[in-house]
């Protein structure tokens, strides 16, 4: 007798430790830590909301309308940087790749609890020290090389080694181990200074070539010879310091930094503006007091007729209705979508997020590594600027009238949920 009252009691001991204290035995659900917590806005990104894009050209212009014919589509929320990524950010980028390097080489780690080690940021590195030089010398090109008469750091060196996770070929085959899934990368990220001479014959575009990546006075322009590759490359490094920081303060992560899709851009230059043609509106391109709302190649090609010769401050001129700057002119932007003519298709793509995304490899035809720009650029006449307009270059050139910008997306802000009160700040 006494053993079963015995084994009655551990009985409702083990069902009273099964419920949640408070619940009172009811379906309550297990709670998030970190249901109610809201993460910071990323520095220098103003928030798009959610909404209903009808892309493409108006009716009115028929023979454009053949390419990118007019769709309605439903669109998440994101952030977007409000410029174009300047001289300074992408800056940030190729110093870090080079003092990890430095780091690695000079042997400056630290242990971590699992026995792995990491690179000490602690630790400085003074560049100008002859000792630090000579220990790094396989990074610098001797002064009798250089073309100046003077050792100077070599910046093909910089490469950025990282590893990508295909999320998406992982959820296609669930059979597979995840391992089948991780590549590592490695890529030079250095812009492509000689843009500027290449790319024009017979002008005299040295000093430019020369200054514009690493001059001050430049800084606040946007970066120009980046390729898709390493716009991809910076989205990757953007995220992994964010992630880093997050982490280290014990704070909730979420969401990855990435070039925008076309529908993306399209939505976010609009700035709420149904089918106007540029992201002030239109028709025009210049205000009541004729003076240009963009820059670009006015007229004949009175380039410095809009206030820039060549490209201008990523914030210039007057912003959307979003808060975001030179979505039409001064650069043309990187998306990440594969340029195919079909993409406007209704019976191709979904009208929820529309994206039309594939992998490039290294043996796809020239054909296949074609990009979708937008917005136009500093070299392009009036009708490039217009936010329908669908261009495209390959993803491995670099050009010195194209740049990029970055969105980052939270998934309960962009479907709606806890959006953001205050988008412009």
């Known amino acids: ?55 493409g050209y108006s009716d009115q212009d028929v023979n454009n309308a053949l390419d990118a014919e007019v769709r309605n589509v439903q669109m998440q929320g994101f952030y ?196 106007s043609p540029y992201p002030w509106g239109g028709p025009y391109i210049a205000n009541q007091k004729g003076c240009y709302l963009a820059n670009f190649k006015p007229g004949r090609g009175d380039y410095a007729a809009d206030g820039g010769l060549y490209t201008t401050r990523a914030d210039a001129y007057w912003a959307n209705d979003y808060g975001l700057y030179n979505m039409s002119g001064n650069v043309a932007e990187w998306t990440r979508t594969v340029y195919t003519v079909s993409a406007y298709d209704r019976n191709f793509l979904s009208d929820m997020n529309p994206d039309v995304n594939i992998k490039i490899r290294e043996n796809d035809p020239q054909w296949m590594r074609r990009i979708v720009v937008k917005g136009g650029s500093w070299r392009d006449p009036a009708p490039f600027l217009q936010i329908q307009n669908r261009d495209y270059e390959f993803a491995d050139t670099a050009k010195a009238y194209i740049g990029f910008r970055l969105i980052y997306q939270r998934v309960g802000e962009s479907i709606g949920i806890n959006q953001p009160r205050v988008s412009r700040n």
């Open 80 to 275: 977007m940087d409000a410029t174009e990524i300047t001289n300074a950010e992408y800056r940030q980028f190729t110093n870090w790749v080079r003092d990890s390097i430095a780091h690695t080489q000079l042997q400056h780690f630290v242990d971590n609890e699992d026995g792995s080690q990491k690179i000490d940021w602690k630790q400085k590195i003074n560049w100008k020290d002859q000792d630090i030089q000579d220990q790094l010398m396989n990074l610098y090109i001797p002064a009798e090389q250089s073309g100046w008469g003077k050792k100077e750091f070599d910046n093909s060196k910089l490469v950025y080694k990282f590893r990508i996770y295909d999320y998406e070929e992982s959820a296609r085959n669930p059979d597979k181990p995840r391992t089948d899934f991780i590549a590592d990368k490695s890529l030079n990220i250095y812009p492509d200074t000689t843009v500027w001479i290449r790319q024009f014959n017979y002008s005299n575009n040295e000093p430019i070539a020369k200054h514009y990546n690493s001059d001050g006075t430049f800084n606040e322009y946007p970066v120009v010879g980046v390729n898709y590759f390493q716009a991809k490359a910076f989205a990757h490094w953007r995220t992994l310091l964010w992630k880093n920081d997050r982490e280290s303060r014990k704070q909730y992560f979420e969401g990855e930094f990435d070039l925008p899709n076309e529908s993306q851009w399209e939505w976010a230059a609009r700035g709420g503006r149904e089918l």
């Open 1 to 55: 007798m006494r053993k079963h009252s015995l084994s009655i009691a551990v009985g409702a001991m083990l069902l009273a430790s099964c419920g949640k204290p408070g619940s009172q035995g009811q379906l309550v659900g297990a709670q998030n830590t970190n249901a109610n917590y809201r993460p910071p806005t990323p520095i220098g990104m103003v928030w798009v909301p959610p909404g209903y894009l009808r892309t």
